[in-house]
């Protein structure tokens, strides 16, 4: 069975703070992962995604995530949050064999909020 | 184009009125999918297109709801008798999927259609 968690539903930090946003996983193939981002008012844009290569992913607007296997967790980081960085994140797993190829699973967004 | 489009941008209808939905997907990309996002809701997956595979109609929830995709292409979703619940934004995404693993590229998401029935 597929299924994303994301940890957190609201997360808040201040200005030019470390940015961490959880997400675990299970898959019953070699998954691909992303985090997509949504600001108010605008459409999904991929921030950044995992398809087997590296374990460490560089997105957009200096964020990445690692992947660990071992601990089915795809989290999101930024050591230096910036205002433009307040929307809602959605970590998504795509299977990667059986009857559900390619099916996209959300997870359920976590908002952020970045303070002054 | 270069990214996926979606029409109309914003609708407004009627309850128990027809409506359709449209989605042109990146030229090539062989999967595409529907999903509609409620205020305060997360994303509810509806329908999934993968080439020429039967689609996975799983998500949709209700008969009232239904779907098609022209020649791998262009996808129409129609909602029937529309109710007030239906009131969402729509939206559609694509992306190429491999045939020996899974996903390589990141899907892209259309600008969405914003239903309101009133």
């Known amino acids: 069975a597929q299924s994303v968690t994301q940890l957190d539903s609201h997360v808040s930090v201040s200005e030019g703070t470390p940015v961490l946003l959880r997400c675990n996983y299970s898959?019953?193939?070699?998954?691909?992962l992303f985090w997509y981002v949504q600001h108010p008012n605008k459409g999904l844009q991929l921030l950044l995604k995992?398809?087997?290569?590296?374990?460490l992913v560089k997105g957009i607007n200096g964020f990445e995530a690692e992947f660990k296997k071992s601990e089915t967790s795809f989290h999101l980081t930024k050591p230096s949050a910036h205002m433009s960085d307040a929307a809602e994140y959605f970590c998504?797993?795509?299977?990667?064999?059986?009857?559900?190829?390619?099916?996209?699973?959300f997870g359920r967004g976590t908002q952020l909020t970045v303070w002054p | 184009g270069a990214g996926v489009s979606q029409s109309p941008s914003n609708k407004v209808t009627e309850k128990g009125k027809d409506v359709e939905l449209r989605c042109d997907p990146i030229?090539?990309?062989?999967?595409l999918y529907w999903y509609r996002q409620s205020l305060g809701q997360g994303l509810e997956f509806l329908i999934y297109?993968?080439?020429?595979?039967?689609?996975?109609k799983s998500g949709l929830p209700s008969d009232r709801f239904s779907a098609e995709r022209t020649g791998g292409s262009v996808s129409t979703l129609t909602i029937q008798r529309t109710q007030q619940e239906d009131s969402a934004v729509y939206l559609c995404?694509?992306?190429?999927?491999?045939?020996?693993?899974?996903?390589?590229?990141?899907?892209?998401f259309g600008s969405g259609t914003r239903l309101t029935v009133v």
């Open positions: 998504v797993v795509s299977e990667g064999g059986g009857s559900t190829l390619g099916r996209l699973y």
């Open positions: 898959s019953s193939y070699s998954p691909s």
């Open positions: 995404a694509s992306s190429l999927v491999g045939r020996d693993r899974g996903i390589v590229y990141g899907y892209t």
């Open positions: 030229s090539g990309h062989t999967a």
């Open positions: 995992y398809t087997s290569a590296a374990t």
């Open positions: 297109f993968q080439g020429n595979s039967a689609p996975d």
